[in-house]
C-alpha cells in the first residue's frame, strides 16, 4: 500500500442558468455544458472534487463493524492544440519518472499554477458523508497557460489489498464541480454519481469529462467513459490515445 512517503461544437450544449440555484446538473455522458452563470458572467473559479466513504462491513454475527478503505485518485491531464501532452495533476505518490516507465513523476500543481490537487485521500470518509470532498482539484481559468486546450479529469480506484471491486460497491462515489473552496461549498452546478452509474459497474477506471477551448471560451464536455483499468498507467495511456483531442 501507497504511505506517506512514497467533441464537437454542434453538440446540444447545457447552460449553467437553466437549473435553479439549488438543483445541480445531473451530468449525463456526452453532455456539454457553457460555463456561463445567470448573470452572464463566466465561471472561470470553481473546483472539481470526489466525494466518497469507506466501507463497513459487518462480522461475527453482524455485531462488529470491519472498516475497509478505499484510496480513489482524482487526476488530471493538460492538452495543446494538437492534442500533445503537456502538464499533469495526480498524486505524488505515483513515482512513475523514478521508475522510468515513460511518465512524470505525479505532483499537486500545473506548471502555470492555475490547478491545484489537495492531496491523496487514502481511505474515505470514515464516519459518514461529511458533505465535503475527499479529493479536490481547484481551477482557475483566467491563469491557465495560453498553449492549454484541453484539461482531461479521470478517476481511478488504487489497486491495493484493501478494496478489490469496483466503483459500484464503493458508497456515495461521486465527482462534482462547484464554486467554492476545499472546505466550503457555495454552489454545485454539475454532479456525476459514479456509484449508481450502471456503466461503472465491474469498472475501475473512469475517464469523467474535460475542459476545453472554442472559439476563445471555455466549455466542459462529460465523457463518462468507465473502464476495467486495473492501474491508473492504463488510464493515462488512455488518456493520452484517445481523448487529447
Not at 478503505?69 to 499533469?88: R, T
Not at 459500484?168 to 449508481?196: C, K, L, W
Request: glycine share 8%.
Amino acid at each position: 500500500m501507497r504511505t506517506a512517503t512514497r467533441c464537437m461544437d454542434g453538440d446540444s450544449i447545457t447552460n449553467l442558468d437553466q437549473k435553479t440555484d439549488s438543483m445541480a446538473i445531473n451530468l449525463e455522458k456526452g453532455q456539454r455544458i457553457n460555463l456561463e452563470k445567470s448573470n452572464g458572467s463566466k465561471l472561470t473559479n470553481f473546483c472539481v472534487g470526489c466525494n466518497w466513504g469507506a466501507i463497513i462491513k459487518k462480522s461475527f454475527f453482524g455485531l462488529v463493524n470491519n472498516t475497509v478503505d478505499v484510496d480513489l485518485d482524482l487526476s488530471c491531464l493538460m492538452f495543446d492544440v494538437d492534442g500533445n501532452p503537456i502538464d499533469h495533476i495526480y498524486s505524488p505518490l505515483y513515482r512513475f519518472g523514478d521508475k522510468k516507465i515513460g511518465l512524470p513523476n505525479g505532483k499537486l500543481d500545473s506548471l502555470d499554477r492555475a490547478l491545484h490537487h489537495t492531496g491523496d485521500d487514502l481511505q474515505g470518509d470514515q464516519n459518514g458523508d461529511d458533505g465535503l470532498d475527499n479529493e479536490i482539484i481547484t481551477v482557475d481559468l483566467n491563469r491557465v497557460n495560453d498553449r492549454v486546450n484541453q484539461i482531461v479529469f479521470f478517476l481511478n480506484i488504487y489497486n491495493n489489498e484493501d478494496y478489490a471491486g469496483d466503483f459500484s460497491g464503493i458508497p456515495y462515489a461521486s465527482i462534482r464541480m462547484y464554486e467554492g473552496t476545499p472546505t466550503r461549498v457555495n454552489e454545485v452546478f454539475a454532479q456525476y454519481d459514479v456509484a449508481t452509474k450502471t456503466e461503472c459497474v465491474g469498472k475501475r477506471g473512469l475517464v469523467m469529462g474535460k475542459l476545453y477551448r472554442r472559439n476563445g471560451e471555455w466549455k466542459f464536455a462529460a465523457l463518462g467513459d468507465a473502464f476495467e483499468d486495473r492501474s491508473i498507467v492504463n488510464t493515462i495511456v488512455r488518456v493520452i490515445k484517445d481523448y487529447s483531442k
